[in-house]
């Protein structure tokens, strides 16, 4: 089992910035990959950004060069860090937990969850 936590969220201007981090327990976290997710109201959750054990990153292209996913397998920690962020960007943000080796890009790929942390950008 893999329990993660989600924090970070919260209330931004458009153009501003936010950092989510995503702690997690219970088992070797360098193993697993480590997505970020989000879900607005009335839409399907979709994909953000993913990273893998060696530091392999994909990102949505709605999200490419604003924001950056990296990981501290240290702290069993993963991080999203958002920069510019615009009104679309708003939705609760979930980070993702899988036994893999390569990125994964669709949520029903990912075992374990977080609870959301909202990110709200207003105009």
């Known amino acids: 089992q893999v329990q993660l936590v989600d924090s970070g969220g919260g209330l931004v201007q458009a153009g501003g910035s936010l950092r989510l981090s995503c702690a997690a327990s219970?088992?070797?976290?360098?193993?697993?990959?480590m997505g970020w997710f989000r879900q607005a109201p009335g839409k399907e959750r979709e994909f953000v950004a993913a990273?893998?054990?060696?530091?392999?990153?994909f990102y949505a292209d709605s999200v490419k060069g604003r924001f950056t996913i990296s990981r501290d397998n240290a702290k069993n920690t993963v991080y999203l860090q958002m920069h510019s962020l615009k009104p679309e960007d708003t939705a609760v943000y979930f980070c993702?937990?899988?036994?893999?080796?390569?990125?994964?890009?669709?949520?029903?790929?990912?075992?374990?969850w977080g609870q959301g942390t909202q990110v709200t950008v207003s105009s």
């Open positions: 990273i893998n054990w060696s530091g392999r990153i």
């Open positions: 993702a937990a899988d036994y893999s080796r390569v990125i994964l890009t669709t949520a029903r790929e990912y075992e374990y």
């Open positions: 219970g088992r070797t976290f360098s193993n697993y990959v």
